[in-house]
């Protein structure tokens, strides 16, 4: 599972909605997700298994999943129609797992952990939820055998190791290895090929589980943080006691039992 | 039977035109860009001047995201503390479109989709490594230990063509071939633009620059242009002569343009968008290599298509028409069924009939002009010495024209003879 997100540099909050506005922004996938890829074309080398790659969003995604099977994937299947738009993480992963579930039988899922352009982490750990399978999160490698899934997950102060039966999810932390890129023989076939596109009749979803309606997040406010003016002085080493006083003085640094 | 009739490598504006016209003609044609998307690499002066596009996109001043139409144009010669200008402004140029200023990043991504739409087959962000040769012909291209192969392949891939040197199509790129373009892009609002420049509505400014204040052996031309609420400002810097020089940096030169006391103003309190280098096209016609051989031509920068004068820097449109007539001649090998280096051999041919080559063959020597000590230094010091002595009131008698020139040659660096016979030459090689 990937999503095409803008480019970090080029987006903005809408001050009156509170999202995103993504309509100018150049789309790229989203980091975490490229690790995620790359994870699961190193499981498919060594297994042979069938790689599909899904991805929810609006027709512009097609050029990210046809990235995709550059790299080297089997399939990709964007879903995308007008119903779906809005969805919050509930909703986005409902819409995933009835996606994942209709592809067929499934021995992984892989996603990454979270997003740029919304950072909540939530969806892969939502679609285990709704396929009812376990899940495995902050994975950096894994490899299959036999029935089982070895992962090693970043814990941040150590590195758990984990072998699990599949099926299984799980998510990929951002920077855990390096993505292959496209070649340009496997970029020519998946533009011949093309990618499938399922929409809200494909998955047959009540309208009110999807898209807006099928989402209970409200956002109830939003703050943008003001830039703060930073005063720019360049000393030398004969000012140091100056700068002390006067960072002292300013309440910048104080005694240690002060602070 | 290959994969593709044509391959074209680089989708700037020689390969997009290129693709376009053949997938016009129903040829089945493979268009590759290193970049995703098209534009998103490339560095350029950035104005589109003439009507090149005319030909393969006749409604192209709709079609293509344009930023301003050129009605001011400006060549200044940038002392430490002076600036003189010849300054040209024309509403002759709202009838008569001369040129439009153009952010690259738009342009090229724009006529990439009308490649697309004409049929062509386009591939992003994947860079080819070399052709693919068989028994010395030219038969596809060669990425990550592939063979995609095509009747003809067009190298349009710009001016540090790493395919066709890596292929043995072209030797490789010398200090004389190029200049070193560094260039920033600065957002600023639209009506202070306009304010700034004198100009309305879409009306556009292109300069160039002399950067005389300079010191030591660095020579450098400047280039301002206004985009819609943008101004894309560089320096293009001989690489020569920086390397004679040994102490300047292109980012210093780039940094005391955009600080110089006569240019600051127009840029303050503008946003730094986007800094960005890249080499630019400046051997003239010595630096074109061979531009066609079996199943292969060479079109746009890669084969050292450009001109500048320094009143004048035009690329794009010699990109355009060479790649318009790289395609024709593929598509006249094709009804040949013949894509040999004497079939492809009208290249060529079409080329010396067009402005592109009659144009850097009259023009062969004009880097003595461009890139010399009397452009960069004695011309701006004799011309700063006069107008400052005929605008600068002293209560003394003042004295006449003839005289004041004298005088204001005196600190040029050269003699009377010298300046006479440099001049001279000048004339006849602009």
């Known amino acids: 599972m990937i999503k095409q997100v803008p480019d970090a540099e080029e987006i903005f909050i809408d001050p009156v909605k509170f999202t995103l506005n ?203 943080p003001q830039e703060r003016k930073r005063e720019g002085k360049l000393i030398t080493l004969d000012d140091i006691p100056e700068m002390v006083k006067e960072l002292y003085e300013k309440g910048v640094i104080g005694k240690e039992e002060e602070l | 039977m290959s994969e593709f009739d044509a391959i074209v490598v680089g989708a700037g504006p020689a390969g997009s035109s290129a693709a376009i016209r053949m997938a016009n003609k129903k040829l089945n044609v493979l268009l590759v860009e290193r970049a995703d998307p098209p534009g998103s690499k490339n560095v350029s002066g950035g104005i589109l001047w003439g009507n090149a596009l005319a030909e393969i996109i006749p409604e192209w001043e709709k079609d293509i995201p344009l930023e301003r139409l050129i009605t001011h144009k400006g060549t200044t010669f940038l002392t430490k503390d002076s600036s003189i200008s010849i300054d040209f402004r024309s509403t002759k140029f709202l009838e008569n479109h001369s040129g439009y200023s153009v952010l690259r990043a738009r342009m090229d991504n724009a006529l990439a989709n009308s490649a697309r739409k004409a049929g ?25 230990g592939e063979i995609i192969t095509s009747d003809a392949v067009i190298l349009a891939e710009g001016a540090n063509p790493r395919v066709a040197i890596d292929s043995g199509l072209r030797k490789p790129i010398g200090d004389q071939d190029v200049a070193i373009g560094v260039k920033q892009i600065i957002r600023l609002p639209e009506n202070t633009i306009n304010e700034r420049f004198n100009l309305k509505g879409s009306e556009g400014f292109a300069g160039e620059y002399v950067l005389s204040y300079l010191e030591g052996e660095a020579e450098a031309g400047g280039f301002l242009y206004t985009n819609k609420d943008t101004i894309s400002i560089g320096a293009v810097i001989s690489s020569s002569k920086l390397r004679e020089d040994g102490q300047t940096h292109s980012y210093d030169i780039m940094e005391s343009f955009v600080q110089h006391p006569h240019i600051a103003p127009l840029l303050e309190g503008g946003k730094l968008e986007e800094y960005s ?51 024709d001649t593929v598509i006249e090998a094709k009804e040949r069924g013949n894509f040999s280096s004497d079939s492809l051999a009208s290249y060529e041919r079409k080329l010396e009939d067009s402005y592109v080559l009659k144009d850097l063959k009259n023009f062969r020597n004009i880097d003595k002009v461009t890139w010399s000590r009397v452009t960069h230094r004695a011309i701006p010091k004799i011309a700063e010495n006069l107008l400052y002595s005929m605008y600068h009131e002293t209560g003394r008698p003042k004295k006449h024209l003839m005289q004041m020139i004298l005088e204001s040659s005196r600190d040029s660096g050269m003699s009377k003879s010298q300046l006479i016979l440099e001049s001279y030459r000048m004339m006849r090689r602009m």
């Open chain 1, 22 to 224: 993504r309509a100018s922004a150049r789309g790229i996938i989203n980091p975490a997700d490229e690790n995620a890829l790359e994870l699961a074309l190193q499981i498919k080398d060594k297994t042979g298994m069938e790689l599909v790659v899904i991805t929810m969003g609006p027709p512009q995604a097609e050029t990210a999943l046809i990235e995709c099977m550059g790299r080297g994937a089997d399939r990709g299947i964007l879903i995308t129609d007008r119903v779906f738009a809005a969805a919050d993480t509930y909703a986005t992963s409902l819409t995933l797992a009835a996606a994942v579930k209709k592809i067929g039988d499934f021995n992984l899922v892989v996603a990454g952990e979270s997003t740029t352009d919304s950072g909540t982490g939530h969806v892969g750990p939502g679609v285990a939820q709704f396929l009812d399978i376990d899940q495995v999160t902050y994975v950096t490698s894994a490899y299959v055998d036999k029935e089982n899934v070895h992962c090693e997950r970043d814990l941040e102060d150590a590195v758990e190791v984990v072998e699990t039966p599949m099926p299984v999810l799980l998510t990929v932390l951002m920077n855990s290895n390096i993505p292959r890129h496209s070649t340009l023989r496997k970029k020519i076939d998946a533009i011949r090929k093309g990618i499938e596109k399922w929409d809200h009749d494909t998955l047959n979803l009540p309208p009110d589980w999807v898209g807006l309606k099928g989402s209970p997040t409200i956002v109830g406010a939003l703050r943008i």
């Open chain 2, 120 to 144: 062509a087959m386009v591939v992003t962000g994947v860079t080819v490594d070399r052709v693919a040769k068989e028994e010395g012909k030219v038969v596809g291209v060669e990425q990550d």
């Open chain 2, 277 to 327: 280098a890249h080499l630019v096209c400046e051997g003239g016609i010595d630096s074109v290599p061979r531009i066609y051989g079996d199943g292969y031509l060479i079109a746009g920068d890669a084969a050292g298509f450009s001109f500048s004068n320094g009143l004048m820097i035009q690329g794009m449109n010699y990109a355009i028409t060479s790649g318009i007539a790289a395609a």
